[in-house]
C-alpha cells in the first residue's frame, strides 16, 4: 500500500515522504491512519510562532532567525503560512521566496495556504508541526499570515509566541493590547534603525509592566534585514523556553484538548453532511423563515433520534 510505504519511508528520514505526508494531512487524507503510527515519535519538538501586522518583516526575521537556530545547535524546520489564493485556494509562496539565507543552509521550509483562517493559521498546522516533530526536527517555527488581531489562534500551536512589530506601530499598540498585545512572550521591534524606535520601546515597555503575567516579555530590538539582534532573539526565546519546560505538562494537556476538539468537530459536522441533507434543510428553513437556531435545532433533534 501506497501509504504504508510512505510512513516507513518517513520513518527513515526521506524528505520526499515527509513532504507528500503533508500534502495528505493538509488535504485530510488518512490523517486518522498517519497518526496512529507516527503520533508516539511526537513531543520532543519546541514551537515557536512568529506573528504580527503585516509589513513588519516576519519572513526575513524568520529566514535570519532560523540559520541562527542551527548555527545554536537545533536542527530546525519552517512552516509558513500563507494567504490563499482566491482563485486555487493555495498557498501565494511570497513568504518562502524571501527565505534565502534557510533555503541555503538546508532549511526544511513547508509553505501552508491559510486558506481563509482568520487565526491567521491553517486548520491543518499544528498536525503538520506533529509530522514535523515525528521526523525528528526539534524547534519549529510557524509564521502566520498578517491579519492583525485575530491571530491568536498561534497561541494554541506554539509554545513560544514572538510578537514582530515596527516603530511605527506605535498608534496602533492600544488597540492591539487586548488582543495581540496579550500573547506574546516576545517582542520584537524589527526595522529598528528607523526613526522614532527608541520611543516606541519605551512606550511597549510601559505596557508591558501593567501586564499582571508571571512572564515579562522582553522587547528586542532588530534589523532583519542585516541580521542585527538576531543572537539576543535567540537567547530570549531559548530563556522562554527554559521557562516554559517547567510548565510544558499543562501546556501539551491544553494542545492536546484543542486537537481532540478540532478533530471531534471535523468529524461531527462531516457525519452531518453525510448523513443529513444540511443543504436542502437549510433551504426549507429559509422558505418558512426560521432562523439558524431553529434549523440547528432540528438537525440537533434528528441527531439524537438516529442515534447519529
Request: charged share 30%.
Amino acid at each position: 500500500m501506497e501509504l504504508e510505504d510512505l510512513i516507513r519511508r518517513f520513518r527513515e528520514g526521506d524528505v520526499r515522504a515527509l513532504a507528500r505526508l503533508i500534502t495528505y494531512i493538509e488535504n485530510d487524507w488518512y490523517t486518522d491512519k498517519i497518526f496512529r503510527e507516527i503520533y508516539r515519535f511526537t513531543g520532543k519538538a519546541y514551537r515557536v510562532g512568529i506573528t504580527g501586522p503585516p509589513g513588519a518583516g516576519k519572513s526575513t526575521l524568520v529566514d535570519r532567525l532560523s540559520v541562527a537556530l542551527k548555527e545554536a545547535g537545533f536542527k530546525p524546520a519552517i512552516i509558513a503560512v500563507d494567504p490563499s489564493s482566491p482563485f486555487t485556494g493555495g498557498a501565494v509562496l511570497g513568504d518562502r521566496l524571501r527565505m534565502t539565507k534557510a533555503m541555503e543552509n538546508g532549511i526544511y521550509i513547508r509553505s501552508m495556504a491559510s486558506r481563509g483562517s482568520l487565526g491567521g493559521i491553517a486548520e491543518s498546522t499544528g498536525a503538520v508541526a506533529d509530522l514535523l516533530d515525528a521526523f525528528g526536527y526539534d524547534m519549529i517555527l510557524i509564521e502566520t499570515v498578517g491579519v492583525g488581531q485575530s491571530e491568536v489562534d498561534i497561541v494554541r500551536t506554539a509554545d513560544t509566541v514572538v510578537v514582530v512589530l515596527v516603530p511605527e506601530s506605535g498608534d496602533a499598540v492600544q488597540a492591539m493590547k487586548a488582543g495581540l498585545m496579550e500573547i506574546a512572550h516576545v517582542f520584537v521591534v524589527n526595522k529598528a534603525d528607523r526613526e522614532g524606535v527608541d520611543r516606541f520601546v519605551r512606550e511597549l515597555e510601559a505596557i508591558i509592566s501593567l501586564s499582571p503575567q508571571d512572564w515579562r516579555p522582553p522587547v528586542i530590538k532588530t534589523v532583519a534585514l542585516r541580521g542585527e539582534g538576531i543572537g539576543d532573539l535567540v537567547n530570549a526565546i531559548l530563556k522562554h523556553r527554559e521557562y516554559r519546560l517547567s510548565h510544558m505538562d499543562e501546556v501539551r494537556r491544553r494542545r492536546v484538548m484543542d486537537q481532540v476538539e478540532n478533530i471531534l468537530t471535523r468529524r461531527f459536522l462531516r457525519a452531518i453532511h453525510e448523513r443529513h441533507d444540511l443543504k436542502e434543510k437549510v433551504q426549507r428553513g429559509l422558505e418558512q423563515e426560521r432562523t439558524p437556531y431553529d434549523i440547528a435545532d432540528e438537525i440537533e433533534r434528528d441527531i439524537l433520534r438516529s442515534g447519529g
